[in-house]
Every structure is written in structure tokens, then in C-alpha cells.
């Protein structure tokens, strides 16, 4: 198989990482999400296997499992001797599970807990991570999260700061901020619901580094109408059904794999520099990136219709 992973530089960050990240969401073991159990020892042996894989990106976050996700993480890592060379792990700081506290010390606090648990002395990226869950103005007080974030790049102890969420909206006031490195947007920007595509163009205008979460929107995309009937961790709408049986009809007609399909219209576009796809297990790995170098046919890109249906309403053009 033809190598399918590129390597490009995260917007202004100087991070060069790869067109796949692996998504690190399911390694703490998340059920409600996931339908599914999933255990350190599986965890570990999925992330060694990412190590050597070729794939130089993985992210996680304080709010998965609690830090489980992270932990398990970091005991691969030690395991290993340590991470390979040029090879990213991404974090993002989350409120308090049981206070719901989301201050800029409960984001300190975040920072530090996850490079214990880790086992690294610095994250070279770190987002805010679904900023839905505060009021804007309070989030960009001075005692707040975003002053924060700010304070721990320029402290080194983080190397440069995103934003990363679902709601478009609440992600273009953040992201017009300026003071932000890279967007990270899920859910939005695939071939189900581009409701993103407005503040990619405007993050990558900017000169920030775009990354694209969850092109398979929760597994829909992968598993076909047959296997998968919930979309962005909620009951597909009927809209989104009917989109997708005409996304499988096409697919059939150019005898291609609608997953293949999926992923790729995220590796192709040029603005966004990577693509994160949950690793559930070593195959998984080798799944993905033989999706990746699937050739899909030309004629099949320009057949693709435009969805009808998007999870957050458009945002004005221009900015």
C-alpha cells in the first residue's frame, strides 16, 4: 500500500504533523459514547501500535474518562521509553466534573494534571475545548479561561493554544478573538453537514492551523445506513438518513467505499492540515490508513451533493 499520510505545518504554530491524527477519545474507555468498554491493556497496546505507525499526531483531553485517557497515555509513552521523535500529543482543558468550575485556575489545574499523567514536561498544543459550556464574556475575563490559555504559552508550559467544539457559532467568537493558534472543529465539516466550512475558510485565512474531527460523524459514515443509524451522538434526523442512502447509491455506482469517501473529503481539502479519526485498536490504524489510499474516482468528487441539512446555522459570508 502507497503511503497515504503528508506532513504539513499546523498553521503558525511550526508543529509539522501529519494528515491523520489519531483521536484519543475511546482509549479512557467512554461507554456512553462509545456503546463499549475498553480496557488500559487494549489502550496501551493501541497506542504503542500508533507510535509505529507513521501517524506523528494524537489527541486527547482532560475531560475523557476523567484524565483516564490521558493516563493510559502516558503509560504507553513510558512503556515505549519515551515518544519518537517529532511526535504530538495534543490536550485540552475541561471544567471540573464535579464542580463544573471552568476559571482560568481550574485551566492551570488541567495543564498541570494532564502533563503529570502524561509523563511530558510541556504540550506542544492545548485547546479550550467546548467553550458551549460557558458564557463567552465570562470566559474572556481576566481572571478567566482564555487569559489562561494566553498565560500558559507564553509561559512555555504549553506551546501554542486552540479552540476546539462543535457549535459554530460559539467557535467563530472565539476564533475572532486573534488570539487563538488552531481551530478544531467536529462533526461539522463532513460529507453529511458542512456548517463549517465558513470559519475554516476564516481560521485558515487567519493563518491558524485547521484540524477536522470525526469525519465518519460518529461512525454513520463508516458503518453505512445499515450499521449506524446516530449522527454527532444523537438519532440521525430523517434529512440525514435520506442524504446518506443517495451518498451510498453514488458510492455504489462508482463501486467505491463510502468510508474511503468520507475520510477523504476532509485529506483533500486543502485548508485543513489534519484529519482526527478515533483508534479504537492496532487495525483500526491499519483500517484507516487504507482508507486514506483508496483511490476514489474524479468523477465521483463532482458528483457529491451538497447537504441538505446542517447541525448549526450558517454564519454570515465574510470577516
Given at each position: 500500500m502507497t503511503n497515504p499520510l503528508t506532513t504539513a505545518q499546523l498553521g503558525r504554530t511550526g508543529l509539522e504533523v501529519t494528515s491523520i491524527c489519531a483521536g484519543?477519545?475511546?482509549?479512557?474507555?467512554?461507554?456512553?459514547?462509545?456503546?463499549?468498554?475498553?480496557?488500559e491493556a487494549q489502550a496501551i497496546e493501541t497506542v504503542l501500535a500508533l507510535l509505529g505507525s507513521g501517524i506523528n499526531f494524537l489527541d486527547t483531553s482532560a475531560?475523557?474518562?476523567?484524565?483516564e485517557s490521558e493516563r493510559r497515555i502516558g503509560l504507553a509513552i513510558a512503556e515505549a521509553g519515551g515518544l519518537p521523535e517529532g511526535f504530538i500529543v495534543a490536550s485540552k482543558a475541561d471544567p471540573d466534573p464535579r464542580t463544573g468550575d471552568f476559571s482560568g485556575?481550574?485551566?492551570?489545574?488541567?495543564?498541570?494534571?494532564?502533563?503529570?499523567?502524561?509523563g511530558l514536561e510541556q504540550l506542544p498544543l492545548y485547546y479550550l475545548h467546548d467553550p458551549e459550556r460557558m458564557d463567552f464574556a465570562d470566559s474572556m475575563r481576566p481572571d478567566g479561561p482564555v487569559a489562561a490559555l494566553v498565560r500558559l504559552r507564553e509561559e512555555g508550559i504549553v506551546g501554542a493554544i486552540g479552540v476546539a467544539g462543535?457549535?459554530?457559532?460559539?467557535?467563530?467568537?472565539?476564533?475572532?478573538?486573534?488570539?487563538?493558534?488552531?481551530?478544531?472543529?467536529?462533526?461539522?465539516?463532513?460529507?453529511?453537514?458542512?456548517?463549517?466550512?465558513?470559519?475554516?475558510?476564516?481560521?485558515?485565512?487567519?493563518?491558524?492551523?485547521?484540524?477536522?474531527?470525526?469525519?465518519?460523524?460518529?461512525?454513520?459514515?463508516?458503518?453505512?445506513?445499515?450499521?449506524?443509524?446516530?449522527y454527532a451522538y444523537q438519532p440521525a434526523a430523517g434529512h440525514l438518513l435520506s442524504q446518506l442512502t443517495e451518498l451510498e447509491r453514488l458510492c455504489r455506482d462508482f463501486r467505491t467505499e463510502l468510508a474511503a469517501v468520507a475520510l477523504q473529503f476532509s485529506l483533500r481539502d486543502p485548508r485543513i492540515t489534519s484529519?482526527?479519526?478515533?483508534?479504537?485498536?492496532?487495525?483500526?490504524?491499519?483500517?484507516?490508513?487504507?482508507?486514506?489510499?483508496?483511490?476514489?474516482?474524479?468523477?465521483?468528487?463532482?458528483?457529491?451533493?451538497?447537504?441538505?441539512?446542517?447541525?448549526?446555522?450558517?454564519?454570515?459570508?465574510?470577516g
Open positions: 484519543g477519545s475511546v482509549l479512557g474507555s467512554m461507554p456512553s459514547v462509545f456503546s463499549y468498554t475498553y480496557s475531560g475523557y474518562s476523567d484524565g485556575a481550574q485551566v492551570r489545574r488541567c495543564a498541570e494534571e494532564s502533563l503529570a499523567r502524561l462543535g457549535p459554530v457559532e460559539v467557535e467563530d467568537r472565539y476564533l475572532r478573538t486573534d488570539l487563538f493558534d488552531v481551530l478544531l472543529t467536529h462533526n461539522r465539516y463532513t460529507l453529511l453537514d458542512q456548517s463549517a466550512g465558513q470559519i475554516i475558510a476564516y481560521a485558515h485565512a487567519r493563518g491558524m492551523g485547521v484540524v477536522n474531527a470525526a469525519p465518519f460523524g460518529g461512525g454513520i459514515l463508516a458503518k453505512g445506513s445499515a450499521g449506524a443509524r446516530r484529519t482526527v479519526v478515533t483508534m479504537s485498536a492496532p487495525a483500526r490504524i491499519r483500517e484507516t490508513l487504507a482508507l486514506a489510499a483508496v483511490a476514489v474516482p474524479g468523477a465521483l468528487w463532482s458528483a457529491l451533493p451538497r447537504p441538505a441539512g446542517q447541525l448549526d446555522r450558517d454564519l454570515p459570508a465574510g
